[in-house]
């Protein structure tokens, strides 16, 4: 079982930036993916990025200003999210798999963009 705790949600006005982290806890020793996803109001939950094995993933719409950073010391995962939009405005979920391919899920954290 692995643990995932979010944090650094909040308001924002568009342009601005803010932080997620994310730290794992359990059994951390078979994580294989770390990511973010997030889910907006009426619609899916999709990708934002997502790391695995010294290898990154971005959404087509937040490369170039979103930037995932993982310490596999810490067993943590970061989003660093700028030149926001209000289109960005969802609850952001982190996102682990470990190498038996079980998916584990954080609660979420709010990110809201005002224009």
């Known amino acids: 079982q692995v643990q995932l705790v979010e944090s650094g949600g909040g308001l924002v006005q568009a342009g601005g930036s803010l932080r997620l982290s994310c730290a794992a806890s359990g059994s951390t020793f078979y994580i294989s993916d770390m990511g973010w996803y997030r889910q907006a109001p009426g619609k899916q939950r999709e990708l934002v990025a997502i790391?695995?094995?010294?290898?990154?993933t971005y959404a087509d719409s937040v490369k170039g200003r979103f930037i995932i950073s993982r310490d596999n010391a810490k067993n943590t995962v970061s989003l660093q999210m700028n030149s926001l939009k209000p289109e960005d405005t969802a609850v952001y979920y982190c996102n682990t798999r470990v190498v038996t391919g079980t998916v584990y899920w954080g609660r979420g954290t709010q990110v809201t963009v005002s224009s």
């Open positions: 790391t695995t094995y010294g290898s990154t």
